[in-house]
């Protein structure tokens, strides 16, 4: 077989559930079964992961010659996915054993720029200069494009000077250059995951347009999901009281009241401390005496310790006065309390004892029928999120305890379905662990989207390798 074609041939179902594509993907296909390339192109996937750009390059007809992934497990899947044996660090390969390619692929390493990252930019020791190669990489081999997946933030980073820089440098090494933020949900995928794309063309990228943005039907998560797929991870019992003690306020909670848009931060709920023009901290833990902290905790006679203790961790910082958002919020909430008091009184025993992220929720489905076993549920730092079932949220890497969660089955997405959501429906092999495949998933880009940029810029007409 030759290297970098996959084998999808008699592929069967796995445990974690079929390798069929979602109506969302072939959704997909379809909106690209329009022109075919002049000729096959030759591609390379830098930083490749799972292998996203592996996957959508050759659904459109190219071929794999080189790819690079420092991660050992990763890289023995992607030689069993798609049969090429991926190199180690890039920074390790010679220029000169890296083949002649057209097209450069490289999704390379968000955290320095992400900001749930620590936003060390170029800096970052671990991973600022890998640009360096890819840039390098382009000088020496001179591919007719490239295209490179990131975080949003990277072009908003460090207030726009990081991307500046990049941009200059892939200009100087020769290419036109432009960028676009994109999202799978633009096209057919249930998953809103906006990232920055930035492609490149030798010469110019004259005649080049980025696809069309609008989606084009109602999305829903249930195109890609299993029902009751058997290994689904199960949401553990203490996870099942928190929604259900929620259930409880949902179901006492006036029918012809709106509930709130703003996220419900219980642990305000009886909170007196001062928080318009100063904070606690600015105030002074010893002269809090006449006021009251999380769920009308009296701070009469504590010392600043237990002060700091008895107030919300958001309230304990040390600062002068809080963040405008911040102040909305706890006013909203302190307004929602009072107006509601006898009802909130009567329930709020039920979770002053949950750790503080499962004191907050976020009810993002207004008009809806109060029923969070409808719903999508996410467990956020920020609190419980519920949102309607037509698109899931961003995977994210960072951890695997943000998996959605399908509310009607009380349990977590499987692998397989995330997969789908990054339109990989159709790799045969995830990692084995299930945190190991989420992880994954969650640095994958998106196979549509990359299809949808790739037949544009390989295939519109002054592109064209003859
Ligand atoms: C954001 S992910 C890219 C994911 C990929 N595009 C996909 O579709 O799955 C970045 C990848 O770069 C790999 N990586 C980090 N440093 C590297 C290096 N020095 N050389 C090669 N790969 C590296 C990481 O292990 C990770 O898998």
Known sequence: ???????????????????????????????????????????????????????ALSQLGHRCVFASELDPELAILYERNFGLKPSGDIRKVKLRNIPKHDVLCAGFPCQPFSKAGDQKGLRCPQWGDLIDYVVAILRYRKPKFFIIENVPNLVRHNRGRTWKKI?????????DVDDEKLSPHMFGIPQIRERAFIIGQRGNLNGFKWPDKSPSKKLSIKDILDRNPAGARKLPIQFLGYLNAWQDFLNRFPKKDELPSFPIWAMEFGATYPFENRTPFSTGYRKLDRYRGSFGKSLKGLNPEDVRAALPPYAR??????????????RKNRAFYKKHKKLIDKWLYQIT????????????????????????????????????????????????????IIGWERRYMTPRECSRLQSMGKLRYLPRAKDEAYKALGNAVNVTVVKEIAERLLHHDSARVQ
Not at 11 to 22: E, F, P, Q, T
Not at 23 to 40: C, Y
Not at 167 to 175: D, P
Request: overall charge positive; cysteine-free.
């Open 167 to 175: 941009k200059e440098r892939l200009q100087e090494a020769g290419y």
């Open 353 to 404: 004892d949950f750790a503080p992220s499962f004191q907050k929720l976020e009810w993002n489905v207004k008009g809806g029928k109060r029923r969070i076993w409808s719903y999508i549920v996410r467990f956020r730092a920020s609190g419980i999120r519920i949102k309607k079932p037509t698109t899931a949220p961003s995977l994210v890497a960072m951890t695997t305890s943000q998996v959605p």
């Open 317 to 330: 910082y040390e600062e002068k006065r809080f963040p405008d958002w911040k102040v909305e919020f706890i």
């Open 1 to 55: 077989m030759m290297p970098g074609r996959v084998r999808f041939a008699n592929v069967r179902a796995d445990r974690m559930g079929s390798l069929r594509a979602s109506s969302a993907e072939r959704q997909g296909t379809k909106r690209l079964r329009r022109k075919a390339p002049t000729r096959e192109l030759k591609f390379i996937d830098l930083f490749a992961g799972l292998g996203g750009f592996h996957l």
